[in-house]
C-alpha cells in the first residue's frame, strides 16, 4: 500500500499571505490528523478528520482551518500568514483508531 | 489532561552499546502509549505501541519498550545500537477515551550513534 503522501514538499509563502497544504492518505483510512513541527514546540495537534467531519481541535487560532473530503484526502487552510507559523506540517491517517502513520511533511517558511 | 516528558534532549551512545531513551507519562484513565522514529526531511515512523497485555512491548528495527505503571514510564531500549539509529525519537500517549486520534508528543530525543 502506498504511504500517507502530502503535497507540496516544500512551500515558501510572504506574511499576510494564505496557504493550502494537501494530505492523501493510506488507501482505506478514514482518520486524518495535523500537527504542527517546530524545534521550539516539538509536535502540536491542529486538527482530526474522521468521514468529512471535524472531531477534534487543537488550541490554535481561527486562521487554522482544514476539511476532508469524502474520499478522505484532507486539505489544511492557513490564512493571514505570520511568520511564527514557518514550521514543518505533519499529516497523519489512521485506519484502527491506534497507531497513526504519517507524510512526510510540508516544509512551510514564511518571510 | 494527557501528556508525556522525554527529560533528554540528546543521547550519545557507541555502536553496540545498549540504547535507552527514557519518557514518562500523564494520564487519566488507561495509557495508548508509543514511540516513533524521526530521520532528517521525513515524517514520523512508527516503531511500536502498549495498549495493555505484557509490559515489554516489541516494535520495528529491534525496539522494544518497558511500559511501567507505578513509575508512569515507557523508556525506550535497543540492545545493541547501530549508526543508522541516529535519529529524532518522540514519545507519544493517546487519548483513550473512544474517539479521536489526538496525539500528544514529548518534545523528543535526539540520538546520535557513534562509531
Known amino acids: 500500500k502506498a504511504g500517507v503522501t502530502q503535497t507540496p514538499r516544500y512551500l515558501i509563502k510572504t506574511r499576510g499571505q494564505q496557504v493550502t497544504l494537501s494530505c492523501s492518505p493510506i488507501s482505506g483510512h478514514r482518520s486524518v490528523s495535523w500537527y504542527q513541527q517546530t524545534p521550539g514546540q516539538g509536535l502540536q495537534f491542529l486538527f482530526e478528520?474522521?468521514?468529512?467531519?471535524?472531531?477534534n481541535k487543537g488550541n490554535f487560532p481561527g486562521r487554522f482551518s482544514g476539511r476532508q473530503f469524502s474520499n478522505s484526502r484532507s486539505e489544511m487552510n492557513v490564512s493571514t500568514l505570520e511568520l511564527g507559523d514557518s514550521a514543518l506540517y505533519l499529516c497523519a491517517s489512521s485506519s484502527t483508531g491506534v497507531e497513526q502513520y504519517f507524510g512526510p511533511g510540508t516544509r512551510l517558511t514564511v518571510t | 489532561a494527557q501528556s508525556v516528558a522525554q527529560p533528554e534532549d540528546q543521547v550519545n551512545v557507541a555502536e553496540g552499546n545498549p540504547l535507552t531513551v527514557k519518557c514518562t507519562y500523564s494520564?487519566?484513565?488507561?495509557?495508548?502509549l508509543f514511540w516513533y522514529v524521526q530521520y532528517p526531511n521525513r515524517g514520523l515512523q512508527f516503531l511500536l505501541k502498549?495498549?495493555?497485555?505484557d509490559n515489554l512491548v516489541k516494535g520495528s528495527y529491534g525496539f522494544e519498550a518497558e511500559f511501567n505503571k507505578s513509575q508512569t514510564s515507557f523508556h525506550l531500549k535497543k540492545p545493541s545500537a547501530l549508526v543508522s539509529d541516529s535519529a529524532l525519537y518522540f514519545c507519544a500517549v493517546r487519548d483513550d477515551w473512544g474517539f479521536g486520534n489526538v496525539l500528544h508528543c514529548g518534545s523528543g530525543t535526539q540520538v546520535i550513534v557513534l562509531p
Open positions: 478528520y474522521f468521514s468529512e467531519t471535524q472531531r
Open positions: 502498549y495498549i495493555t497485555g
Open positions: 494520564v487519566s484513565g488507561n495509557p495508548y
